[in-house]
Each structure stands twice: as C-alpha cells, then as structure tokens.
C-alpha cells in the first residue's frame, strides 16, 4: 500500500524556519513528480512546490525565494525547507506524488501537517 506521511508541522512565531518531511512507503517514486500543497482555514487547497523526476523544482509565487522543495530518493523523502515564515503561510501542508512515471498529474495525497505562524 503506497503511503506518503508528512512531518514537522509546529507553530512557529513569524519570521522563523521549519523543515517539513514527506516519507514515502510502498514504492519507490524517483522517476515520478511529487509537491507540496497547503490549505488555509476557509480556503481551498493551493500548490506551493513541486520537484520532477529530474529534479526541476517550480514554486508558487507567494513562497518563492522562501521556500526550497528538494528530494532524498535514497530515503523516498521529500523536504519543503520553509524560511522567512509568515502569518499568511499558516496551512495544513500537503504531500503529493504522480502514481505515474513521468507525470505532472498528482493523484497520491498524504494527510497533511499543520503549520502555524504566529504574528
């Protein structure tokens, strides 16, 4: 069964720097695309980052400059490193991967971590 378990949510006071994990379980995924997602409260789910079988990385651009999403495909684990945070950055933080090879199509979900910045 393919598993993608985020860690590292905390409440953090603003300005600071959290790393968050995403470990992978079930298969391996270095030939496939994975991202993070976050949702605030009230709103709907947005993309942040995401990192290609090739390691070509795009961020949206309220994180960009702040955030680095990287990959460890030894561990099957992929990192968002988060600097600079703020208030509007507070969200669950989602793991995503393509089931595919080669996609960009992010169908695997992990459950989510939670971020708070405080001001």
């Known amino acids: 069964q393919v598993q993608l378990v985020e860690s590292g949510g905390v409440l953090v006071q603003a300005g600071g720097s959290r790393r968050l994990s995403c470990a992978a379980s079930?298969?391996?995924?270095?030939?496939?695309?994975m991202g993070w997602f976050r949702q605030a409260p009230g709103k709907e789910r947005e993309f942040v980052a995401a990192i290609t079988w090739s390691d070509s990385t795009n961020y949206a651009d309220s994180v960009k400059g702040r955030y680095t999403i990287s990959r460890d495909n030894a561990k099957n684990t992929l990192y968002l490193q988060m600097t600079s945070l703020k208030p509007e950055d507070t969200a669950v933080y989602y793991c995503?991967?393509?089931?595919?090879?080669?996609?960009?199509?992010?169908?695997?979900w992990g459950k989510g971590t939670l971020v708070t910045v405080s001001s």
């Open positions: 995503a991967a393509a089931s595919r090879k080669y996609s960009r199509i992010f169908d695997l």
């Open positions: 079930g298969r391996t995924f270095s030939s496939n695309a």
